[in-house]
């Protein structure tokens, strides 16, 4: 009886696999000899243990319209994976590389892009590959245009096939192979049915215009989430990778509501910038720091560049937060306070005072301090004086606010004044760690204060960008509230300025992203959700909010015992109250984890929800998210943090924009 062509060429893809993966463990394992400071992520996890050679996992395929004599020696097909490699004459490129534009089809970067005919994205379950589709890119594709390798294959177990949604090119299920003769790898004229174009979708459907593997990216959306971002090379759709590979040295600003992949863009991005594989004038002027708004954002981000970007010592990852901290030598928990009570605790003015005193302290030379503190102390103090019997300042605002600053010793505490501190620190004396920096992206940039941009600008040598944020979810009336203010800050100039939006969501499903987004002036509601089925948001009223909030959450965790749960409260207090009443343990790596049993639940507050996704959200009193000129930004934020379900508790009245949908 006939063997299922698909197959047999299901099991040739993951028998050549298994050979890439075998090369780069063999690579991996080569002794490298290396100086200099280990691994300078600021994650806590410590060193990446694998050298540059990748894991040896298959991206996806690019067969072209005929052989290449000029790029491939004739060949006509080759591979996109994490580490280059020449594979039984075929060849593996990094996925960094130029010539993986014709796999992530955006703008001619290359040119093969031009003569691409079908691309083949890879599914993997259980580190293997589960199922591939091909895309024709032409009108006449090839019938058989990817070379089939006879390789000896061992009988390889039945593998469930990720659920597609929509018409694949490919979509018979996997089968058990034959093993096979001979280990010799050749090439013949044997493969799949042949490859037909795919038919375009209907106007206005979100399928359209550029999306690419459609029915994998679908399954990957409806799948349950992890509390790590996970790499999505195979389904980085044009638009984003457009943005992950712009050059080094260019600044680039992507707005997007959430759920629009913009920290899926900042990992990428910042593994695309630090990987061996680009070209010289791609590559920024020295290292990389991706600065995130959270450590849960820094944790969330870990794994995925510690797979994209291994054993670099050019990637430095960092909540402000975090920054703040190792600039100023105070942690978190030591300091009191919201980030701000004035306008003129985060001013840019503010820096400028600063760095005016401590010039003048050093105009004849620089004193000798016993330790850094001394000296932080000493530029503080004297700014707290208005520079004494010579003024930093003349206004009255500004001499009025600097005589109110609390001394020294108490204004270490004050968290409103951490970022004050943090600058003169990075004036005085700045980190090794953080010397060299070429290029910084910032994710949630639409919360960072005029003074922290001050402080990033020290920091950042080579002067470019990549920021990362949405208007709409700004937390404070005292960050800027335009983009072109926040490029005025970093000295930018509106023509080296691309502004890039993103149209397309796909975190929420559509009846999230509508109920949210009745927060937000009309004009700005508009969003094609990829995701359109999934149930209503649910609206409790209770007289018993933490109760109602940890029973929604076990409902959840019911209907997703695979996800990820959370319940973001402004005041997470009486919820992990109830929960170590009902056996919860927190986590003593983490306390806004919670466990019991094998269940995991996290308990947050919208702060530090910010750049996390989970699967099911409970929300808690949207009366008490406070509001910053006339926007609902911290509220809009946690209503968007879920994936699949959104339930609201509350006892006070919802803001009058969410009234309608109640239990």
């Not at 970022?419 to 003169?424: D, G, N, V």
Request: aromatic share 6%; net charge neutral.
């Amino acid at each position: 009886m006939a063997s299922d062509p698909h197959a047999q060429e299901l099991a040739d893809e993951r028998a050549a696999e298994n050979q890439y993966k075998e090369a780069m463990d063999r690579r991996a394992r080569m002794p490298i000899p290396t100086q200099g400071a280990r691994n300078t992520l600021w994650t806590g996890t410590g060193q990446v243990k694998l050298p540059v050679g990748g894991f040896g996992q298959f991206v996806g395929r690019v067969a072209l319209v005929g052989p290449d004599p000029e790029h491939l020696d004739g060949r006509s097909d080759f591979y996109i994976g994490d580490g280059h490699y020449e594979l039984d004459g075929v060849e593996v490129f990094h996925w960094s590389a130029r010539v993986a534009c014709t796999f992530f089809r955006g703008s001619t970067h290359h040119p093969l892009c031009e003569r691409v005919a079908v691309i083949r994205t890879y599914a993997h379950r259980n580190g293997g590959i589960s199922e591939f589709y091909d895309e024709a890119i032409v009108d006449d594709p090839p019938g058989v245009p990817f070379r089939r390798r006879v390789l000896s294959i061992p009988a390889a177990p039945t593998r469930a096939v990720l659920p597609t949604t929509g018409r694949s090119l490919s979509t018979k299920p996997a089968a058990q192979s034959a093993p096979g003769k001979s280990d010799a790898a050749k090439t013949q004229p044997l493969g799949p049915e042949p490859v037909k174009a795919a038919s375009a979708k209907g106007p206005g459907s979100p399928e359209k215009d550029g999306l690419r593997a459609a029915d994998l990216l679908h399954a990957r959306l409806a799948a349950p989430r992890s509390d790590q971002l996970a790499s999505v090379l195979s389904t980085l759709q044009p638009d984003q990778y457009e943005v992950v590979a712009a050059p080094g040295r260019t600044n680039c600003i992507i707005e997007g509501q959430p759920g629009t992949g913009k920290t899926i863009i900042a990992a990428h991005r910042a593994a695309f910038l630090v990987s061996p594989a680009i070209e010289d004038q791609d590559k920024p002027e020295g290292k990389v720091m991706l600065v995130g708004p959270s450590r849960q954002y820094s944790h969330h981000v870990a794994h995925l560049l510690e797979r994209l970007a291994p054993a670099t010592r050019d990637l430095i990852v960092v909540s402000l937060q975090e920054l703040l901290e190792q600039l100023t030598g105070r942690s978190e928990n030591r300091v009191w306070g919201p980030p701000s009570y004035s306008w003129q605790d985060v001013s840019q003015e503010l820096a400028d005072f600063a760095f005016k005193a401590w010039r003048r302290i050093t105009s004849a030379g620089r004193p000798k301090y016993a330790k850094l503190r001394d000296a932080v102390e000493h530029v503080y103090e004297t700014l707290r004086v208005n520079g004494g019997d010579r003024p930093l300042t003349t206004e009255h605002e500004w001499r009025e606010y600097l005589r109110r600053l609390p001394r020294f010793r108490d204004a270490q505490d004050d968290r409103s004044l951490q970022p004050l501190l943090a600058y003169i620190g990075g004036q005085v004396q700045p980190l090794r760690a953080l010397q060299g920096i070429g290029h910084v992206i910032v994710d949630e940039a639409q919360d960072v204060h005029p003074l922290e941009w001050a402080v990033l600008t020290e920091i950042n040598a080579g002067g470019y960008w990549t920021l990362l944020g949405d208007l709409n979810q700004r937390r404070s009336d005292h960050t800027e509230g335009s983009w072109k203010n926040v490029a005025a800050a970093l000295a930018i100039e509106d023509e080296d300025l691309p502004l890039v939006r993103l149209q397309r969501g796909y975190r929420s499903t559509r009846p999230i992203i509508q109920f949210a987004n009745k927060l937000l002036p009309k004009t700005e509601r508009e969003l094609a959700s990829l995701q359109n089925e999934g149930p209503e948001p649910l609206v409790v009223t209770t007289k018993t909010l933490s109760p109602e909030a940890v029973a929604q959450a076990s409902g959840l965790l019911d209907r997703h015992p695979h996800g990820t749960v959370a319940i973001i409260d402004t005041d997470p207090e009486p919820t992990r109250e109830e929960l170590r009443a009902r056996g919860w343990i927190a986590d003593r790596a983490d306390v806004t984890r919670w466990r019991r049993d094998s269940r995991m639940l996290t308990v947050i507050d919208p702060d530090h929800a910010r750049g996390l996704e989970f699967d099911g959200v409970v929300v808690v009193e949207p009366w008490a998210f406070p509001p910053n000129l006339g926007r609902q930004g911290q509220l809009y934020t946690a209503l968007t943090r879920p994936n699949r379900e959104l339930v609201i508790v509350h006892q006070k009245p919802l803001p009058e924009e969410l009234r309608g949908r109640r239990r």
